[in-house]
């Protein structure tokens, strides 16, 4: 069996033989032959729908150290049977293998023992595993992976295989728990030491030049120290670092995300080699939309406030994705879906920017696992919702996974048995899922199709201090509360793929979360790509605050107004702005209710507003000495480097609701689906909708649909539509074809 990952109907495809296929999996866990007979009861039952690829966690304690009369590290002869336990469930059946190469995970603790200074280093001085840094971790890897394959080839396996998922750290997600998510930070090894000041070499000339970057007149590059937990915890203006006096902490994050991407990709490579290319590589990793949460989020008996403002992001290793998605050397990236809101109501978002991995080639898996997380709290509540809502939020995901064109694995096994009173529904549902999954695959032209595009800049993130004072409202809530219920899709982007000119289409609404850092390069092209015909971009907080080329304009308004093309004021205290509209006249804000107040209740600083007497003000931020500010408005503008004049929108806070996104993208152009506040997805021939409350809704399209279809219940509703009529029930997913019925014709549903 050969595997790929190509380009097809316009996004990353799984391939299996040369053939297109939706990927669609069942994850089982581990093959536990002491509890193997509910795993294969779920595994009988998801062959019956037609799925046949088992995501399996396949290396448990079989990477066990050297033993007298056998010097490998490893022995796999347990990996075969378990194995087979699968494929005697289902002869058809073939694996994504999840490889943990976890130290702390090892059995009776023998690598830490064996080499106690290759260990991480953390500012408490515990040594809790294996360095990335440590390069006998790293060809030990690599070595165990060699075996592995060669292994499944002696055993028969080898050709059921088609992925390789690399695991580290905590559940194998590259973020280890205890020093990314926790206070503790790290890492004082002597091999991250090693790696640092090498890092250092290959970006600085000579001392010099890194005494001038750091600000130190007696650092040496041979000398160079990893910073102290003091140094990374602290930041020297507000909530952001001054690059001038704090570069040597902003360097160490920039070598930290390059390390871990470049581990993962080695680790890919040997890999790609003993495989001859014949096999997928992936891991779970980038997830940088999702990690202002941390240890207290995931844990219901901390009491220690520090603890829960612990942003992960920057110490998880995880901004070296930019490097991931341009190597040829990964096919696949997972996460599950976001903890942020995954009840009813909420939504089922990747932790990567979706469209960029979409841009650059790697397929999505999206993780489904609903049925772990609700059932984590004791018996007899639930985390998230009452079982009985459970296909509603089935049906939710797979409405996303198919509008984004991505793969999913959904949970089932012997810990986690799905409820025998929606087990018939939830099975019905899997066969019609992966019939409209295939169907999808071969039918659709699967590019991204949105006219508002959202932005995440990975760059700037190493410009704020790690702790999550900001990142919270404004990437973290920001997207599970507004960005999907203003009534029209959305993509969502690294900057620099928009930078580089890399998008797959011209938008009309261009949201920019965070673009605090930008240098003269980047905010040249960032105008050259807004300045090519009557786009929109949203600025919200501190655009352009920070631009290290300039250290005369850094860190003050000037450099956010030749960003934005505004004039600013600043206030100087941390306290948590409020804003509310002021002109209710406006397009933007005429449909906006007079009781509608936004903001953040996380303390932040600086805090700006407009001072800008070109600007059309449309509303106020409230904050610190009760000042009532114009904090939100609108102008066009025209930059140097910008062909043509745009919109400029400018909110001083985070946390925009739907209802003033609405009305921003309907002055932009974008088409509205709908104005009801449901989460929606859409392509231009499905519309998915999520609701809560239910109730009618009148839908309208983009352009004429020959047929109108009801996906999840098999129904025609319209013919010949530009809008149509449907009663939602509360509680409910729905999914609508809306096209040509010549293609709805290769459609064929199983009743």
């Excluded at 949460?293 to 009491?303: A, I, V």
């Excluded at 096209?739 to 009743?751: S, W, Y």
Aim: aromatic share 12%.
């Amino acid at each position: 069996m050969k595997a790929q990952v190509k380009q097809h109907n316009g996004t990353p495809t799984l391939f299996l033989d040369g053939k297109p296929v939706f990927a669609n999996m069942h994850w089982t866990g581990f093959l536990n032959p002491e509890t193997i007979g509910p795993i294969q009861t779920a595994i009988r039952g998801f062959a019956g729908t037609g799925v046949h690829i088992y995501t399996t966690d396949a290396l448990a304690n079989e990477w066990r150290g050297p033993i007298e009369g056998d010097p490998r590290p490893y022995d796999f002869s347990t990996v075969g049977p378990r194995l087979q336990q699968a494929v005697d469930a289902d002869p058809q059946a073939l694996f994504n293998l999840r490889i943990m190469i976890e130290t702390r995970y090892l059995l009776d603790d023998w690598w830490h023992k064996a080499y106690p200074d290759e260990l991480e280093v953390l500012s408490d001085g515990s040594r809790p595993a294996a360095s990335y840094a440590s390069l006998e971790w790293q060809n030990q890897v690599k070595e165990v992976l060699r075996g592995y394959v060669a292994y499944l080839r002696e055993a028969g396996f080898y050709d059921r295989v088609i992925g390789y998922q690399i695991c580290v750290g905590t559940c194998g997600e590259w973020i280890k728990d205890w020093s990314s998510m926790s206070p503790p930070s790290g890492d004082f090894s002597e091999p991250m030491r090693r790696y640092f000041r090498s890092w250092l070499s290959r970006k600085y000339p000579d001392d010099a030049a890194l005494r001038a970057a750091w600000n130190d007149p007696a650092v040496t590059l041979a000398a160079a120290e990893v910073p102290s937990g003091a140094e990374q915890d602290a930041t020297t203006h507000y909530l952001f670092r001054n690059p001038q006096k704090e570069r040597k902490v902003i360097d160490f994050y920039e070598a930290y995300a390059e390390l871990c991407a470049d581990a993962l990709l080695d680790f890919c490579r040997t890999v790609k080699a003993e495989t001859h290319n014949e096999k997928l590589t992936g891991a779970f990793f980038g997830y940088i939309m999702e990690l202002a949460w941390n240890n207290c989020f995931f844990n219901d008996s901390r009491d220690d406030q520090d603890a829960a403002e612990v942003s992960t992001v920057q110490r998880s290793g995880h901004l070296g994705l930019q490097k991931v998605l341009r190597s040829p050397d990964l096919d696949y990236l997972v996460s599950p879906y976001s903890y942020g809101f995954r009840g009813l109501g909420g939504d089922g978002l990747s932790m990567q920017p979706s469209e960029s991995l979409r841009i650059h080639g790697k397929l999505y898996l999206f993780e489904e696992d609903t049925l772990m997380h609700n059932n984590f709290d004791p018996p007899p509540g639930k985390r998230m919702h009452p079982t009985s809502r459970s296909i509603a939020i089935y049906e939710r995901n797979f409405a996303q996974v198919l509008t984004r064109g991505q793969g999913i694995t959904w949970l089932e096994n012997d810990a986690f048995v799905e409820d025998p009173a929606i087990l018939p529904e939830a099975r019905r549902l899997q066969v019609r899922y992966n019939e409209i999954g295939n169907w999808h695959v071969q039918q659709f032209d699967r590019r991204p199709s949105a006219e508002v595009a959202v932005f995440l800049d990975d760059e700037s993130l190493m410009y704020e201090g790690n702790r999550n004072h900001i990142d919270l409202p404004l990437i973290w809530q920001q997207r599970v509360i507004t960005l999907n219920r203003f009534g029209a899709p959305h993509d969502v982007y690294l900057l620099n793929d928009l930078l580089e000119g890399r998008l797959l289409r011209e938008y009309k609404l261009y949201v920019f979360l965070n673009p605090f850092h930008l240098n003269d390069k980047r905010r040249q092209a960032l105008h050259a790509q807004l300045g090519s015909g009557g786009k929109t971009a949203l600025w919200l907080y501190a655009p352009g605050y920070i631009n290290s080329d300039r250290p005369e304009q850094s860190l003050t308004t000037a450099a956010m107004t030749d960003l934005t093309g505004f004039t600013f004021g600043r206030g100087g205290s941390f306290w948590s702005p409020f804003m509310h509209v002021t002109d209710f006249t406006h397009p933007i804000t005429r449909c906006i209710p007079q009781d509608l107040f936004w903001g953040t209740t996380r303390s932040i600083a600086p805090i700006f507003h407009l001072a800008d007497p070109d600007a059309a003000i449309l509303g106020e931020v409230v904050y610190g000495l009760g000042r009532c500010q114009p904090g939100l408005g609108i102008k066009t503008v025209q930059p140097a480097a910008s062909a043509q004049p745009w919109h400029s929108v400018y909110n001083a806070t985070p946390n925009l609701p739907p209802q003033l996104l609405r009305g921003i993208a309907r002055h932009a152009g974008v088409h509205l689906y709908s104005e009801e506040g449901d989460v929606l997805y859409a392509t231009p021939e499905l519309l998915a909708v999520h609701t809560v409350a239910g109730g009618q809704r009148n839908f309208k399209l983009p352009r004429e649909a020959e047929v109108v279809f009801d996906l999840f219940n098999n129904r025609e509703l319209a013919r010949g539509a530009r809008e149509f009529c449907v009663d939602l029930k509360p509680a409910s997913t729905a999914l609508f074809y809306t096209g040509p019925a010549d293609k709805l014709a290769a459609l064929h549903l199983t009743p």
